[in-house]
C-alpha cells in the first residue's frame, strides 16, 4: 500500500465506501438467503431462492476497476458479480428486489442473482463461465466504429481463464486494437478445482504474451495496486492504443456458492483469505498513516448499513410479478 | 440385496462397478473428483479409483468432451460429466459434429463408447442458464442415444447400459430427482436398487401406472408429476395411464403407440420447450401411424419462454400436475 498518500484523500474514501458497501451488502444478503433454508438447507426455499455467489474477498478488484469507468463504459461479469455491480453503480434498490425476484428488480424478476443488467450502466453479467470475454469485445468494435471512446471490462475467475472464450477474445482484441480491459479475477478456486491443477503457468497475466497484450499481474489485497494498474488500462484502452490482461490475486472469504461444504477446501487456505481481508487491509493502512480517523470510517459505515437496509427494505416490501408476466418480452416489438 | 437409494448415489455406484470391472471406463469432468460431482453423481469414485482414472478438469468443456472421442477411438470407454446441460453450447461443436457422427462417418470403423452425463430440470429458482432441459435438442442431432431415468433403479440400470453401449449416450439426470437433501425431491424417486450390477434396456419406455381413459406420457420428473396428476384423476372418476419414457432416443414407439390406442387420448408432460421437441415427436409418432384420436392431444410443455428467476414466475409455466390434470380434463 505504498502508493496510498499519493491518492487524494477524497478518492480514497470513495474506494473505502464502496468496498465497504459491497461488504456489508454480501453479508446482510447472506443472512437473508438463509432464512427459511435452516435448519435443513433447501436451495429452493426462502426469500432467496436459487444459488447466490457471494464476493466478498474480492472488492478490490471492483472497486479498484470500476472507479475508472464512466456509465458509457461497459462491465461483463461474472456468476459472482455483485462488487462489480455495486462498483459500477448499479441502482442498489434494484438490484436486490432483482435477487428477492420482485416486479421492482432490474428485470422484472426476471433474471435473478446471475443475470442483472442494466442498461443504463452498461452492466450486464451470467451464469456461463467464460461468456464475458467475446461480449466485451463486441463492445469494443462498437466504440470503434461508433467513434466514441468508451470503454469494455470483461471479468472472468481463474477457472474461466482456461475456456476457449478468453484466449479467441484475447486475440480479437488484440488484432483489433479494441479498448478492452480482460480482468482474471484469480480467487485460486474453480469451484473445487485448485488453481495449480488447472492451470499450468501460475499467473495467467503471462499468457497476454501470447496474444501481443500487455499483461500484468497485481496483488488484490492492496486495492491502491490494482487501482493503479486499472487506471493505466483504462487509459490505455480510451487511447486507442488496445486491450490489457489483468489479473487481480483476490481470496474467496466464502464458498463458491451459498451452501458449499467446502470439504475440498483445507482449512489453512480459508484462514490465509481471512488474513489477505482486503477491506481490513485497506483499513488497516489509512488508519496507520493517518489519512483518515476511526470517526470517518465509522460515519462511511454507518452510511452504507443504511443504504443497504434501505435495498432489503425495498425488496422486501415490494410486490411479486403477475405470473402472467413469464410469458412476456421473449421477443423485442410486442409480446 | 436390494435397498433404497437416491438417484445419485445409485449412479455413482453404477459408475464404480463398471470401473471396476472395465478398466477402460475412465470419468472426466468438473468437479467430479474431490468435489464428487455438484450433484453426487461421482461420489466416492475419487477416492475408490485415484485421480488418472477420475480426472477432474478445468473449464474446458471443447477440450475435455473432444478428449473423449479421441479416447474412445482408442478403446477406451469414458464418461463424461457437464455439470449443467445449459452450459454444452460451449462444447456442442464436438458433441454433434464430431461424436455423433463419427461411427457413421468413418463408415462404421470408428466406434464411440462415450456417456455424456448432465444435470438438467428446473423448479428451485436457478434461472435462465441453469435450469433447462434441452434433452429436445440432443435428442434431434442423429447419432445420440438419450437417456433420462426418473428414479434410482432406472438411473443404474441405464447407466451400466449407457457405458457398456458402443455408442455415444447421453445420460441426463434431474436435478430435482437425485434425493440430494439440499434440493427438493420426492421421495418415489428413490427406489429399491439391488447392490449387483443390472441392466435396465435403452430404448424401452415403462407403464409405470395404468389406465383406459387417456395416456400420460412423461419423462423424468414429469413422470412424477404424471403419476400424482393420475391418483386426483382417479378420485374424480377418470384413469389415467402414465408412460415413463426413459429412452427418447431409441424412442419406444410399441409401448406410446400401444397405449394411446386402447385410451384413445393423450397428454405429453414435458420440462423441455415447447416447440420442436419431444411433445411434438410424440404426437407426430401418434399421427404417423395412423391412430385415430378420440380428442385432440394436449401439451403440457414449458411454454416458449426463457426459465424465469421469481419462484411466481417459474411455477407459472412449470409443467406440474395441476397443468396435467387440467390439461386431461380439457379433453375429456
Known amino acids: ?335 | 440385496m436390494a435397498r433404497k437409494l437416491p438417484m445419485y448415489k445409485a449412479i455413482s455406484e453404477a459408475i464404480a462397478q463398471e470401473m471396476e470391472r472395465d478398466k477402460n471406463v475412465f470419468v472426466m469432468g468438473e468437479d467430479i473428483g474431490a468435489y464428487g460431482g455438484i450433484f453426487g453423481a461421482t461420489s466416492g469414485l475419487l477416492e475408490k479409483f485415484g485421480p488418472e482414472r477420475v480426472r477432474d478438469t478445468p473449464i474446458t468443456e471443447s477440450a475435455f468432451i473432444g478428449a473423449a472421442l479421441g479416447a474412445a477411438s482408442k478403446g477406451m470407454r469414458p464418461i463424461v460429466e457437464l455439470m449443467f446441460v445449459d452450459f454444452f453450447g460451449v462444447a456442442m461443436d464436438q458433441i454433434y459434429n464430431h461424436i455423433a457422427k463419427a461411427h457413421y462417418m468413418s463408415g462404421g470403423q470408428v466406434k464411440m463408447p462415450i456417456v455424456i452425463t448432465t444435470a438438467m430440470g428446473g423448479g428451485y429458482s436457478d434461472a435462465a442458464q441453469h435450469s433447462q432441459c434441452l434433452y429436445g435438442l440432443f435428442a434431434h442431432v442423429p447419432g445420440l442415444k438419450i437417456v433420462i431415468p426418473s428414479n434410482s433403479y432406472d438411473a443404474k440400470g441405464l447407466m451400466i447400459s449407457a457405458i457398456r453401449d458402443d455408442n455415444p449416450v447421453m445420460y441426463f439426470f434431474h436435478k430435482g430427482l437425485m434425493g440430494l437433501g439440499w434440493m427438493p425431491s420426492p421421495p418415489e424417486a428413490a427406489v429399491e436398487v439391488p447392490e449387483e450390477p443390472y441392466t435396465v434396456p435403452i430404448g424401452e419406455a415403462k407403464v409405470v401406472r395404468e389406465g383406459s381413459d387417456v395416456t400420460i406420457v412423461g419423462v423424468a420428473k414429469t413422470v412424477h408429476e404424471g403419476i400424482w396428476a393420475a391418483e386426483e384423476l382417479e378420485k374424480e372418476g377418470m384413469s389415467a395411464e402414465v408412460i415413463d419414457l426413459r429412452s427418447l432416443v431409441p424412442l419406444d414407439k410399441k409401448t406410446l403407440l400401444e397405449s394411446v390406442k386402447k385410451t384413445g387420448r393423450l397428454v405429453i408432460a414435458d420440462e423441455d420447450y415447447r416447440s420442436y421437441g419431444m411433445s411434438g415427436e410424440i404426437i407426430a409418432t401418434v399421427v404417423e401411424n395412423g391412430i385415430s384420436l378420440e380428442a385432440p392431444p394436449v401439451r403440457v410443455a414449458y411454454p416458449d419462454v426463457p426459465v424465469p428467476y421469481s419462484r411466481v414466475l417459474e411455477k407459472y409455466v412449470l409443467p406440474d400436475k395441476e397443468k396435467i390434470i387440467n390439461a386431461v380434463k380439457s379433453i375429456m
Request: glycine share 10%; with cysteine.
Open chain 1, 1 to 335: 500500500m505504498e502508493k496510498v498518500e499519493e491518492i487524494p484523500k477524497e478518492t480514497l474514501l470513495e474506494i473505502y465506501k464502496t468496498m465497504h458497501k459491497i461488504r456489508t451488502y454480501e453479508e446482510t444478503l447472506a443472512k437473508w438467503y438463509y432464512e427459511g433454508k435452516t435448519p435443513r438447507f433447501d436451495i429452493s426455499a426462502g426469500p432467496i431462492p436459487g444459488e447466490l455467489h457471494l464476493s466478498s474477498g474480492q472488492e478490490s478488484a471492483a472497486v479498484g476497476v470500476c472507479l475508472h469507468l464512466k456509465p458509457e463504459d461497459a462491465v461483463v461479469g461474472t456468476h459472482r458479480a455483485h462488487h462489480f455491480a455495486i462498483a459500477k453503480g448499479v441502482d442498489l434498490k434494484k438490484m436486490t428486489a432483482e435477487i428477492f425476484g420482485k416486479a421492482t428488480g432490474l428485470s422484472g424478476g426476471k433474471g435473478g442473482h446471475m443475470h442483472l443488467f442494466d442498461a443504463y450502466q452498461n452492466f450486464s453479467c451470467s451464469g456461463i463461465v467464460g461468456a464475458s470475454f467475446p461480449q466485451a469485445v463486441g463492445v469494443g468494435i462498437a466504440a470503434k466504429l461508433k467513434g466514441e471512446d468508451y470503454v469494455a471490462v470483461a471479468v472472468g475467475g481463474d477457472g474461466a481463464a482456461n475456456q476457449g472464450t478468453f484466449h479467441e477474445a484475447l486475440n480479437l482484441a488484440a488484432i483489433w486494437k479494441l479498448p478492452v480491459i480482460f480482468v482474471i479475477e484469480d480467487n485460486s478456486w474453480a469451484i473445487s478445482v485448485p488453481k495449480e491443477k488447472s492451470t499450468a503457468v501460475s499467473k495467467n497475466s503471462e499468457r497476454a504474451a501470447a496474444y501481443g497484450v500487455p499483461g500484468v499481474s497485481v496483488d488484490g489485497t492492496d486495492v491502491i495496486a490494482v487501482y493503479e494498474v486499472a487506471k493505466e488500462a483504462v487509459e490505455r484502452a480510451r487511447r486507442g492504443e488496445g486491450p490489457t490482461l489483468i489479473e487481480i490475486k483476490v481470496y474467496r472469504l466464502r464458498g463458491h456458492f451459498e451452501g458449499d461444504p467446502q470439504h475440498y477446501r483445507p482449512k489453512e487456505d480459508l484462514e490465509l483469505a481471512k488474513q489477505k481481508d482486503p477491506l481490513l487491509n485497506f483499513e488497516k493502512a489509512l488508519l496507520e498513516k493517518g489519512i483518515v480517523t476511526e470517526e470517518e470510517l465509522n460515519k462511511i459505515k454507518e452510511e452504507n448499513i443504511k443504504e443497504v437496509q434501505e435495498a432489503i427494505d425495498f425488496a422486501v416490501n415490494s410486490p411479486y410479478p403477475e405470473p402472467e408476466e413469464a410469458l412476456k418480452a421473449v421477443f423485442a416489438g410486442g409480446e
